[in-house]
């Protein structure tokens, strides 16, 4: 343009005028603060809501997973296990079989050995003190072996007593049955004979056939990937209703899996939270964490679901793609705003009387940069979709419900609150991760003169005040701000 305005008129103020009015409205601010405060001001709404995003890039990536794989124990399901059925092979007492199961899975942090050894501590007190466990070895995909006062044990699935030459007999039959009702069955052998099973059942989790719901309204499918028998996966399967079940799979296969559907052309999130899941997490093209799970598996994933709600996975894709979406605008504007003013600042207008000052050059290009970041920050009002129906249904009842204290009670409590009222304010409290969070917040709200007791639910994000008389709403906002955290009247 210099070269050009010097041609044209020979005048050196006139061509650096239009040369400086390029170079300060040309000013690449805009295009630099597009992508990085979008993600910034993205990550920062998923901590507030639960979910730690480790990277830009799996913030960006989750935008377009098609795929979510989903382990079993302790993300669909609770990962809390119980003991509901014993079977005895010919000859055994449920004690024996209880010590040499309880010994053994001492030494293991699964799940389903912590079931056992809280079982055995509940019905057999003490049954395996003194027992001497030797060899403990963990077979990958199986279960459990080692030496039980010298006699030799088998804990795990059917695959690792087929392995191990172990006839299970009638029992079998029985783990397909129990199967059927989603129970896991765990068969233990001693000196390669069959002595008994212990079945477990691991409750789903409240939220997990809402969390598949909301995949799939966004176009993902899922696929429910575990080692468990495969007619105890398909119980689990139908009720949160997934698209697909792999049974019987062990570790290095999940992996493997997960590879496939890349191959395959698919954009994958793997789902899950032990130790065995840590290849999948570390392949999948986003790898999400259970926030309960183990240290491995954490380290292993670029999401971290620090509520351990597995609706979580589809609240990391909608602000992805919300973020995704702002980052686009902000670089249109960028670069629409570029492609308008630097023709006009090289003087293409002139032959119209229309020039461009440097100095309104340069406050242009400020005005793009604030424009960018301002955008940026619309973030900062997103809100996950369970949230935004929940708001937008009408409440079939008001917000605050004030019941009569019942006068009629002979109690002395009764007596005592005689004429008063109790009221019950909800509140949408944002920021809290854990339950060291749900202890600050009750007590916050339990500070307030006039709150009786504060309820607080760490996975549905709420707070529930019950007040002995009017309190104001303000009063209780402030307080948990005050704690640290963001909350709004329900």
Same mark, same amino acid.
């Given at each position: 343009a210099f070269v050009a305005w010097m041609a044209i008129s020979g005048d050196f103020a006139t061509a650096l005028n239009h040369a400086i009015s390029i170079l300060v409205i040309s000013c690449p601010c805009a295009l630099g603060l597009? #992508?990085? #405060?979008?993600?910034? &001001? @993205?990550t920062g709404r998923g901590a507030a809501n639960g979910v730690l995003i480790k990277s830009a890039e =799996?913030?960006?990536?989750?935008?377009? &997973?098609?795929? &979510?794989?989903?382990?079993? #124990? @302790? *993300? &669909? #399901?609770a990962g809390k296990p119980r003991v509901t059925d014993v079977?005895?092979?010919? @000859?055994? *007492?449920e004690a024996d079989l209880v010590r040499v199961a309880c010994a053994l899975e001492r030494k293991s942090e699964h799940p389903l050995a912590e079931a056992v050894c809280t079982y055995a501590d509940e019905t057999h007190p003490g049954v395996d003190a003194g027992a001497r466990v030797e060899g403990f070895e963990l077979v990958a995909g199986g279960g459990l072996a080692g030496a039980v006062d010298g006699r030799r044990v088998l804990a795990g699935n059917v695959r690792l007593m087929e392995k191990s030459g172990v006839d299970l007999g009638g029992l079998a039959r029985r783990a397909d049955a129990l199967a059927a009702e989603a129970k896991t069955s765990l068969f233990f052998a001693a000196d390669g004979r069959a002595i008994g099973l212990v079945a477990v059942a691991d409750p789903v989790k409240p939220t997990s056939a809402e969390a598949i719901s909301r995949l799939r309204a966004l176009g993902a499918k899922t696929l429910l990937l575990t080692g468990d028998a495969r007619l *105890?996966?398909? =119980?689990?399967?139908?009720k949160v209703g997934v698209d697909e079940v792999m049974a019987g799979v062990l570790p290095s296969q999940k992996e493997l899996r997960v590879r496939e559907l890349q191959r395959a052309g698919h954009r994958v999130a793997m789902v899950g939270d032990g130790i065995n899941d840590a290849p999948a997490l570390a392949r999948a093209d986003v790898g999400i964490a259970i926030g309960a799970g183990t240290d491995v598996a954490i380290g292993s994933a670029d999401v971290v679901l620090m509520r351990s709600n597995p609706a979580d996975v589809a609240l990391a894709m909608e602000l992805s793609r919300a973020t995704m979406r702002n980052i686009r605008q902000n670089l249109f504007w960028a670069l629409f705003y570029n492609s308008i003013c630097i023709p006009v600042a090289a003087g293409v207008l002139v032959p119209w009387g229309i020039t461009l000052n440097p100095m309104i050059g340069a406050a242009a290009m400020g005005f793009s940069s604030v424009f960018v970041v301002g955008n940026a920050l619309r973030l900062r009002t997103w809100k996950p979709s369970e949230r935004r129906q929940h708001e937008a249904t009408p409440a079939a009842a008001p917000a605050v419900t004030v019941t009569e204290t019942e006068a009629e009670a002979g109690t002395e409590a009764a007596k005592a609150t005689e004429g008063r009222t109790t009221m019950e304010k909800k509140l949408n409290v944002e920021g809290m991760m854990c339950q060291h969070c749900v202890t600050h917040v009750k007590g916050a709200l339990e500070g307030v003169d006039g709150v009786t007791e504060a309820v607080v639910d760490l996975e549905a994000g709420t707070a529930v005040a019950k007040c002995a008389g009017d309190v104001a709403d303000e009063a209780l906002v402030a307080a948990v701000k005050q704690a640290g955290y963001e909350a709004s009247i329900a």
């Amino acid at each position: 343009a210099f070269v050009a305005w010097m041609a044209i008129s020979g005048d050196f103020a006139t061509a650096l005028n239009h040369a400086i009015s390029i170079l300060v409205i040309s000013c690449p601010c805009a295009l630099g603060l597009a #992508t990085p #405060t979008a993600i910034m &001001v @993205g990550t920062g709404r998923g901590a507030a809501n639960g979910v730690l995003i480790k990277s830009a890039e =799996a913030l960006e990536t989750a935008c377009s &997973v098609d795929y &979510v794989v989903l382990d079993k #124990t @302790g *993300t &669909v #399901t609770a990962g809390k296990p119980r003991v509901t059925d014993v079977e005895l092979a010919a @000859g055994v *007492t449920e004690a024996d079989l209880v010590r040499v199961a309880c010994a053994l899975e001492r030494k293991s942090e699964h799940p389903l050995a912590e079931a056992v050894c809280t079982y055995a501590d509940e019905t057999h007190p003490g049954v395996d003190a003194g027992a001497r466990v030797e060899g403990f070895e963990l077979v990958a995909g199986g279960g459990l072996a080692g030496a039980v006062d010298g006699r030799r044990v088998l804990a795990g699935n059917v695959r690792l007593m087929e392995k191990s030459g172990v006839d299970l007999g009638g029992l079998a039959r029985r783990a397909d049955a129990l199967a059927a009702e989603a129970k896991t069955s765990l068969f233990f052998a001693a000196d390669g004979r069959a002595i008994g099973l212990v079945a477990v059942a691991d409750p789903v989790k409240p939220t997990s056939a809402e969390a598949i719901s909301r995949l799939r309204a966004l176009g993902a499918k899922t696929l429910l990937l575990t080692g468990d028998a495969r007619l *105890t996966a398909e =119980a689990v399967a139908r009720k949160v209703g997934v698209d697909e079940v792999m049974a019987g799979v062990l570790p290095s296969q999940k992996e493997l899996r997960v590879r496939e559907l890349q191959r395959a052309g698919h954009r994958v999130a793997m789902v899950g939270d032990g130790i065995n899941d840590a290849p999948a997490l570390a392949r999948a093209d986003v790898g999400i964490a259970i926030g309960a799970g183990t240290d491995v598996a954490i380290g292993s994933a670029d999401v971290v679901l620090m509520r351990s709600n597995p609706a979580d996975v589809a609240l990391a894709m909608e602000l992805s793609r919300a973020t995704m979406r702002n980052i686009r605008q902000n670089l249109f504007w960028a670069l629409f705003y570029n492609s308008i003013c630097i023709p006009v600042a090289a003087g293409v207008l002139v032959p119209w009387g229309i020039t461009l000052n440097p100095m309104i050059g340069a406050a242009a290009m400020g005005f793009s940069s604030v424009f960018v970041v301002g955008n940026a920050l619309r973030l900062r009002t997103w809100k996950p979709s369970e949230r935004r129906q929940h708001e937008a249904t009408p409440a079939a009842a008001p917000a605050v419900t004030v019941t009569e204290t019942e006068a009629e009670a002979g109690t002395e409590a009764a007596k005592a609150t005689e004429g008063r009222t109790t009221m019950e304010k909800k509140l949408n409290v944002e920021g809290m991760m854990c339950q060291h969070c749900v202890t600050h917040v009750k007590g916050a709200l339990e500070g307030v003169d006039g709150v009786t007791e504060a309820v607080v639910d760490l996975e549905a994000g709420t707070a529930v005040a019950k007040c002995a008389g009017d309190v104001a709403d303000e009063a209780l906002v402030a307080a948990v701000k005050q704690a640290g955290y963001e909350a709004s009247i329900a």
